[in-house]
């Protein structure tokens, strides 16, 4: 299967290495890894072009879901929802497993309400994906189970 590796690590300092890391992973579990920087681009219209091609092109979509930021980084929160619209398969990874309203309380500092429905992600994400607290590599150990 090909796998669109999605998150904010292409942010990272090392990100190509870490691109390259998650490849080699695929690859140790039979799949084709299909990372956001393999795309040689020089726009923000290239990159959006860019990335939406690989998610076609992928079968499964493993998603980095930790903090950054603050919050889910937004541009992997848009890549899970193209691909829970194109039908992909989605695992969305976190190592914090504190549902938000243990994180946050039943209100935010602003007074806004803290959604409850035992996730450790917005129930858009959550719904659109299986959730996995782990990493990567967990992600395409239970991939291959299935």
Same mark, same amino acid.
């Given at each position: 299967?090909? +796998?669109?590796?999605?998150?904010?690590?292409?942010? /990272?300092?090392?990100?190509?290495? %870490?691109?390259?890391?998650?490849?080699?992973?695929?690859?140790?579990?039979?799949?084709?890894?299909?990372?956001?920087?393999?795309?040689?681009?020089?726009?923000?219209?290239? %990159?959006?072009?860019? =990335?939406?091609?690989?998610?076609?092109?992928?079968?499964? %979509? %493993?998603?980095?879901?930790?903090?950054?930021?603050?919050?889910?980084?937004?541009?992997?929160?848009?890549?899970?929802?193209?691909?829970?619209?194109?039908?992909?398969?989605?695992f969305?990874y976190?190592?914090?497993?504190?549902?938000?309203? /243990?994180?946050?309380?039943?209100?935010?500092?602003?007074?806004?309400?803290? /959604?409850?429905?035992?996730?450790?992600? =917005?129930?858009?994400?959550?719904?659109?994906?299986?959730?996995? +607290?782990?990493?990567?590599?967990?992600?395409?150990?239970m991939? =291959?189970?299935?």
């Amino acid at each position: 299967m090909k +796998i669109y590796i999605a998150g904010p690590d292409v942010f /990272e300092p090392d990100a190509v290495m %870490i691109g390259e890391h998650k490849k080699a992973l695929c690859a140790l579990y039979g799949h084709e890894g299909l990372y956001p920087l393999d795309n040689e681009c020089d726009s923000a219209a290239a %990159i959006y072009r860019g =990335n939406l091609a690989l998610i076609d092109e992928a079968d499964v %979509i %493993i998603a980095n879901g930790n903090d950054f930021r603050g919050e889910t980084d937004a541009g992997t929160a848009f890549e899970v929802g193209y691909g829970a619209a194109k039908g992909k398969k989605i695992f969305l990874y976190t190592a914090d497993s504190r549902t938000l309203r /243990e994180k946050y309380g039943e209100t935010d500092e602003k007074g806004r309400a803290v /959604e409850d429905f035992g996730y450790p992600f =917005n129930l858009m994400l959550a719904e659109a994906a299986q959730i996995v +607290i782990g990493d990567f590599e967990d992600c395409l150990k239970m991939l =291959n189970a299935e």
